[in-house]
């Protein structure tokens, strides 16, 4: 049995300006795969992310969700992607005037119609996956460059997405680790 693509990418261009990142890039990751980028710093990875999640427009071609062109999609079926989409960037991107448990909240206050309580009883589950039980009402200075990329986790998680993107997810866990995103 053939396995639906999840995402596909076609003919992508990458370019800041007139300067070329890469060119016609074609690939497929299917429901289910782990998907691995890797290479040296400075060659396209966190580039090819922001392409991948709405962050940057390609200079050329074009990121399908399933059937959908995100780039040609409307914005309304482009804000339907991205709620299905949960991201851990390279520093784990925390607020720095939140909580742990206030930076786990934010998207799922923001777009979901749970209760406090409810929002409060994600918080606690998501930090505990990521080993982070107890350490709620901390702040990101007050915790190390691990633990923030474990709440950056947590926070990609909230909201159960059906992609998870890591940018560099190697980094916080094993410094030898070659650059690397993966799906």
């Known amino acids: 049995m ?6 596909t990418v076609q003919d992508l261009t990458m370019a800041y300006g007139s300067f070329l990142i890469q060119k016609d890039l074609n690939f497929s990751i299917h429901r289910g795969d782990v998907f691995i980028i890797m290479g040296g710093s400075g060659c396209g990875k966190s580039t090819l992310l922001r392409h991948l999640v709405g962050l940057k427009s390609p200079s ?20 339907r992607i991205m709620r299905r989409i949960g991201i851990l960037y390279q520093s784990g991107a925390l607020w720095s005037s939140m909580t742990l448990a206030e ?6 206050q923001q777009y979901t119609n749970l209760t406090p309580p409810q929002i ?5 589950l998501k930090l505990s996956l990521v080993g982070l039980s107890g350490f709620e009402e901390f702040y990101p ?11 950056g986790l947590a926070r990609a998680m909230a909201m159960d997405p059906e992609i998870l993107f890591f940018d560099e997810p190697s980094r916080a866990w094993i410094p030898s680790a070659p650059d690397a995103w993966m799906i």
């Open 141 to 151: 200075s007050e915790i190390s460059g691990g633990m923030r990329k474990r709440a």
């Open 60 to 79: 050329q071609g074009r990121v399908f969700y399933g059937d959908i062109s995100f780039w040609e999609a409307d914005p309304f079926e482009q804000d």
């Open 103 to 108: 930076n786990v909240a934010l998207p799922l």
């Open 2 to 7: 053939k396995k639906e693509a999840h995402i």
């Open 120 to 124: 409060q009883e994600v918080v606690s």
